[in-house]
DNA sequence: CAAGTTATTATACACTTGAATAATAACGGC
DNA sequence: GCCGTTATTATTCAAGTGTATAATAACTTG
């Protein structure tokens, strides 16, 4: 984020000897940034348009230093995956508050942006896609998957209880299941075409089918 | 289907001035061969690993012939969109029977294979992951999803007449909108990780989950 | 402020890509 | 059975690919 514009800060060149100048990121901070326009490049140009030149070429640097932190490109994109996992996940995982809050807060974020927007989508699309030639970016998948929903299984335990149907927990993951499809069903939906829909509509959808498939309301 | 063994009917060669023998195809099989291989490159090495020699490869012809069907490998590309989409929703909109089973028959044919396989969610997903990159794929895209949720709306409607609950088209707009995002996400995962749910799971849920949802039971 | 370390640039390389071209083998009509 | 049409092959091309390497500018340490 520091000084991206190195694309205008070239020097005269060419004459004589000298080189483009250029900026020490600190610590860590490029690596963030080369991920970070790595995710820009398949989200707006696919995957095969996110290049080792162009992605270089939006974080401000040359194409070489990509190798520089990374053994190679794949490598690199494979972290970067993890990094949109984490940024789909981290924000539901962290809901506050009494049960039935949680449980509502849950829903509301993962159908809002910044976790519905068409930029979250392509990007998980992407991924998805090399599930099957990939095995590390299929392992990668299965653990956010999995952590996903048990925390939408742990939310629904606490919900049950508060309400006074404390439920197994066999019946909270058949459950958190349907329910996280459900989810994600409408949240991929909502980011492709979110215009086919009205505003707030998918939450308030998404809240009374909740309700109908636990047989609870929600709110008090 | 007819005649792909060309690699092995490769004559002499490199000798003389003859070139390795073919098989002219009928009218717009070639075409659909292409098509099919290239779906199969999709979804086997990702959309970057479909170029147009391997995509050639798998057809059993050379490279050059790409061009002599489609004006570009994108157009190719797309056309082969088509073909997913309708493969994934023309089995789903030919049920038939009466309303209950009508409906249960939907949700059942879209979690059992064929639609529901890894070969159909990688495609999806590739192209899923070029809505952003290409309009023509996003119109595409468009269309199926409306054609498909609109079978699911006509079919909810009717299954809520034939059980004496008439609902308006706001309600059954509603409903569909809930279940076609609980099909597609029980799909999405069943597809991707199939052995983290016990057989016939996924179908078991969503008969339930549609039930609540309706708040009907689906069997006589 | 000098010396050493390394993050960054510039360039080169071998290879793949989609596309264009010309030659030719296969087939249909007579 | 020959001939014209065209589907198919073989080959070429320029542009783009990921990676390797050497030079160098920026920072760190003393």
Not at 44 to 53: F, I, M, N, S, Y
Not at 99 to 116: G, S
Not at 138 to 157: K, M, N
Request: glycine share 8%; with cysteine.
């Amino acid at each position: 984020m520091a000084c991206n514009d190195a694309a205008s800060s070239r020097q005269a060149w060419g004459a004589g000897v000298s080189r483009r100048s250029f900026h020490r990121a600190p610590e860590g901070e490029r690596r963030q940034e080369l991920i970070e326009a790595t995710l820009d490049c398949i989200s707006e140009l696919g995957l095969k348009g996110a290049t080792v030149r162009q992605i270089a070429m939006r974080a401000g640097v040359t194409a070489g230093l990509v190798r520089h932190y990374f053994d190679s490109k794949d490598q690199m994109i494979a972290e970067a995956y993890r990094n949109v996992i984490a940024s789909l996940t981290d924000k539901a995982k962290n809901v506050e508050g009494d049960p039935a809050t949680r449980l509502k807060d849950f829903i509301a974020i993962n159908l809002t942006e910044p976790v519905a927007d068409s930029r979250s989508v392509s990007l998980w699309a992407a991924f998805i896609s090399q599930v099957r030639v990939d095995p590390a970016l299929a392992e990668i998948h299965r653990e956010g998957y999995l952590a996903f929903r048990d925390a939408l299984q742990g939310l629904l335990s606490d919900f049950l209880a508060a309400k006074g149907r404390p439920a197994s927990a066999e019946v909270c993951r058949r459950h958190a299941i349907a329910i996280n499809g459900l989810v994600d069903g409408l949240w991929v939906e909502g980011c492709l075409a979110g215009d086919l829909f009205r505003e707030g509509e998918l939450i308030s959808i998404a809240m009374a089918s909740v309700e109908a498939l636990l047989g609870l309301p929600i709110e008090e």
